[in-house]
Every structure is written in C-alpha cells, then in structure tokens.
C-alpha cells in the first residue's frame, strides 16, 4: 500500500487493487475479497514489479504479493508499506533426493550453525535493512535460538 493508506479491505471498495497473474496470492486474494465482501476491480500482472509500478503510478490502490518478495522489492523504500497481514500461510522447504540421509544431516547442520551462529540474522538485516520481521517470519524464528 502507498505510506499511509487506510489498510482494511473496506478502504479497498470501489478501487483498483493488483496481484501477479498464476500465483497462489492471486487465488487467495479472490477469497479474501469475496470472505470479506469487498468490491474491488482486480488487475493482473506479469511482473511484482509492473504492478508495484502501477501501484507508484497511483494506477491501482494496492498491490498483493507474498510479504517476502515485497519486503525484498520494498528495500525501505518509503513510498509504501507492506503490511503485516496474511492472507495465506504457505510452507517452503528444500527439495532432496529421498533416502538421501547424509545430505539432509549436513544441510541440517549446516542450517543450525548458521542459526546459532547469528549468521540468519545478519542475512535478514543485510537483505532487508530496516524491516523488522512480521509476525509469521518472527514465529519461526521461534524455533530457533535467537531473533533477528
């Protein structure tokens, strides 16, 4: 959203609002508009950053995309905001060869050296500097030992 713009669905009514085409964002947007019974004209792009431009552009009034490409897109930019709800909660992980024991243990180890170490911290200032994580990136960092 623009800096400052009212951040309920309601405030959305009667406006543009943009999503990236063939994402799961795109799907989850159209329930959340329906759930919430809001009336806004969704336009679809190809690109975050032609619907971030258009949304710059005061082409459309918001635009939806996983709060991780955004944060990343935004990079303290102050011309807008990325809010802290969600509208879906999606798991990632990394892909491996099943039975591949030995790799998955030095990944593992791998990931817990660097989480103990500090070392995911660093990557997230260093890759959002002056973004503090919202609440999904702060549960899990729950599980591991320090915050970022």
């Known amino acids: 959203l623009p800096s400052g713009a009212p ?8 406006k543009k609002i943009g999503v990236r ?5 795109q799907e989850a ?6 759930g919430t019974g809001t009336d806004a004209e969704v336009v679809v792009y190809d690109t975050h950053e032609a619907g971030l431009a258009a949304m ?16 990343f ?8 905001m990325v809010m802290d709800r969600l509208l879906t909660m999606e798991q990632q992980g990394l892909a491996m060869l099943r039975g591949d024991t030995e790799f998955r243990y030095m990944v593992d180890g791998a990931l ?7 070392i995911m911290q660093g990557i997230f200032r260093e890759t959002m500097p002056g973004i503090e994580p919202g609440e999904a990136l702060r549960w899990l960092y729950r599980l591991a030992p ?3």
Not at 7 to 14: M, Q
Not at 29 to 34: E, R, S
Not at 73 to 80: A, P
């Open 73 to 80: 897109l935004n990079k303290g930019d102050s011309d807008f």
């Open 112 to 118: 817990s050296g660097m989480y103990s170490a500090g």
């Open 21 to 25: 085409s063939a994402t799961t964002t």
């Open 56 to 71: 710059k552009a005061g082409e459309i009034s918001a635009y939806f995309a996983d709060q991780s490409i955004l944060l």
């Open 7 to 14: 951040t309920t669905f309601a405030s959305l009514n009667g």
């Open 29 to 34: 947007l159209a329930n959340t508009l329906t």
């Open 146 to 148: 320090l915050l970022p």
